[in-house]
């Protein structure tokens, strides 16, 4: 079955400091990859995507994922957090053969100043 | 950018009355939306999805005659919680795409559901 794992719930950074957030999925062929962010009471952004070719992905506001397909990762990354990216930020993978989600747990990002 | 809207923003209602929820793209044809049901620091659950001028295909364990899913056109789906009850208090967060869209969903900015 499909499976998208976040393997932490929260992390800590302090502003300034380099971030990565796990997410490992489990899928039988090329996966669709997402990561998007959401603000307390707001929808969802999409942050990046992954579908295929290149396997290190930019995204908006400085993010970048690297697509590992020996070790079913798909991580998020951002050389130096801004406390404006405090959030909950969720992996998700796109279902094979619709257009659904599964998404991760997600993981809540905290800045400290 | 695509662009989905959701109304209302927040609602409060009383127990045992039905309330809609309204989703709509803006800039696009939607050919396939979802509804999803997020509690207080969880992840996104997929109640539904729906398409357009079919009935919806609900999820394992959402009640049907529950959470009522209209897709009547392109760029509208609604969502109608019937007899609500302070257990159906939820963030409503729909999305929505295309079949150009290549599977990327644009997200609605939620409706905060309070059924007193």
């Known amino acids: 079955a499909q499976s998208v794992t976040q393997p932490d719930i929260h992390i800590t950074v302090s502003e300034g400091a380099s971030l990565e957030l796990r997410c490992n999925y489990s899928y039988g062929a090329t996966p669709y990859l997402f990561w998007y962010v959401q603000s307390p009471g707001q929808g969802l952004q999409l942050l990046l995507k992954y579908f295929s070719g290149d396997t290190l992905v930019q995204g908006i506001k400085g993010f970048e994922a690297e697509f590992k397909r020996s070790q079913s990762s798909f991580n998020l990354r951002k050389p130096s957090v801004h406390w404006s990216d405090a959030a909950e930020y969720f992996c998700a993978v796109g279902a094979s053969g619709t257009y659904k989600y599964i998404f991760g747990t997600g993981t809540r990002l905290k800045v400290l100043a | ?116």
Request: aromatic share 10%; with cysteine; charged share 20%.
């Open chain 2, 1 to 116: 950018g695509a662009v989905v809207s959701q109304h209302p923003s927040r609602v409060i209602c009383k127990s045992g009355t039905s309330v809609k929820i309204e989703c709509r793209s803006l800039d696009f044809q939607a050919t396939t939306m979802f509804w999803y049901r997020q509690f207080p620091k969880k992840s996104l659950m997929l109640m539904a999805t729906s398409n357009e001028g079919s009935k919806a295909t609900y999820e394992q364990g959402v009640e049907k005659d529950k959470f009522l899913i209209n897709h009547a056109s392109l760029t509208l789906s609604t969502l109608t919680v019937t007899s609500a009850h302070p257990e159906d208090s939820s963030f409503y967060i729909c999305s929505a795409t295309s079949d150009r869209m290549f599977r990327e969903q644009y997200f609605g900015p939620g409706t905060r559901l309070t059924v007193t």
